[in-house]
């Protein structure tokens, strides 16, 4: 028998003993190089933000109705150019394949499979033509960091659309990079060095070393320099002079569905969908850019009301639990988008655990309407989810 049988075997039944998310994280910390782990667990600074939007979902109060015939419920929904099983769409999310070495290729196999959306990143280690290859009936959404580069930036939308990607997902809150502590404290790099901390840490996670040097290299998809940390490079790269102005360069370029992600106001929200957005994504980038800022799910409300039923609005950030997914639902979001989720499946292992990250929502987001007494997601009102 070889050495991979029964490591698999035994990935297999670690993932089948995983009920939750947080399952999943610690199987993932016990795989991963501490720099890989802290990268994908961690947040900007002091890491505030992140800690009040998992504290948000864990202050709602559930408010259920009874006596309500729940052998069948649809827990499916359909917004802009997709439809998903659940209120889902996987998040974008940048040096995938420092995760698992297969990447976004294990996160779309998993999606499809699932029927669930998935947005590629710019930061992706995976080329659009690659992920497009390989999966051509994948729901397959891209998002798009604006460059200093502009033409360079163009040039990648329109190999982006002509790969059928139907929604650029444009990210806004990234006019510099933040510091992310964790990320400084390792000195971790893009691609990994081998300094002598990280040697010392092939001794305890050689499986994960193993699958990092002996496949492609690790390198941005999309991007034409790379090399140093995460801050230098966005602040190397991304455009700080981004502005209102570029939006309608932005449509003139591309002909697809437009959405923002990382509204954090009113004005902002409503602003933008005046100037004629398809879609809204109330985020603070999962706490990694601004320490301190608004708790997405305690302004996704007013957000809501003010932009009415123009376009839909999703909601991203500190989701780890189906009755979050639920939550957000109830108060107004038309689905949510999870990185962090998923990326500790893939961590914990690979394809399948991306899969058993989305089958826990899934069964997750099923129960909770079921003793919610409700048997759609168009029934849930902030009746049934009380933020506090």
């Known amino acids: 028998m070889s050495i991979e049988r ?13 009920h939750t998310i947080d399952d999943l994280r610690r199987i993932a910390r016990r795989r991963t190089p501490r720099s890989a782990f802290d990268y994908v667990d961690g947040a900007a600074e002091s890491e505030v933000s992140l800690t009040r939007a998992r504290a ?6 559930f408010r259920p109705r009874v006596l309500r015939d729940v052998s069948e419920v649809d827990t499916s929904v359909r917004f802009l150019d997709v439809t998903s099983p659940i209120p889902l769409v996987l998040a974008p999310t940048g040096f995938t394949r ?3 070495h297969e990447g976004e290729r294990a996160v779309g196999r998993a999606a499809l499979a699932a029927g669930v959306p998935y947005a590629l990143s710019t930061m992706g280690t995976v080329s659009v033509e690659g992920l497009a290859a390989e999966l051509p009936d994948l729901q397959r959404w891209f998002q798009l960091y604006l ?26 809150d990234t006019a510099v990079a933040g510091q992310r502590l964790r990320d400084v404290r390792n000195g971790m790099t893009i691609p990994p060095q081998l300094t002598p901390s990280t040697m010392a840490d092939m001794a305890l996670h050689p499986r994960w070393w193993a699958n990092l040097l002996t496949t492609e290299p690790l390198t941005f998809a999309s991007l034409t320099q790379s090399g140093g940390t995460v801050e230098q490079l966005v602040n190397r790269m991304f455009d700080p002079s981004l502005s209102v102005a570029d939006l309608a360069w932005l449509r003139e370029n ?8 990382g509204i954090q106001s009113v004005e902002d929200a409503t602003e933008f969908v005046d100037l004629g957005v398809d879609g809204l994504v109330v985020s603070n980038h999962g706490g990694r850019q601004l320490d301190r800022s608004v708790t997405p799910l305690q302004v996704l409300p007013e957000i809501v009301a003010a932009v009415d039923g123009r376009v839909p609005v999703l909601l991203d950030g500190g989701i780890m639990h189906g009755a979050d997914i639920v939550a957000a639902v109830a108060n107004g979001a038309d689905a949510v988008m999870v990185g962090r989720a998923y990326l500790y499946g893939l961590m914990a292992g690979g394809e399948a655990g991306v899969t058993r990250a989305l089958q ?7 129960r909770t309407m079921q003793l919610l007494g409700v048997t759609s997601v168009d029934e849930l009102t902030p009746h049934h989810a009380v933020l506090h």
């Open 6 to 18: 029964p490591t698999l075997q035994r990935t297999r039944r670690q993932l089948e003993r995983a």
């Open 56 to 61: 948000a979902f864990g202050s709602i109060d």
């Open 98 to 100: 420092m995760m698992h």
């Open 147 to 172: 460059w200093r580069d502009r033409p360079a930036s163009l040039e990648l939308m329109a190999r982006a659309r002509a790969e059928g990607y139907t929604t650029l997902v444009l990210t806004v």
């Open 254 to 261: 591309w002909s697809g569905t437009i959405v923002l992600k």
């Open 360 to 366: 826990i929502l899934t069964s997750q987001v099923t």
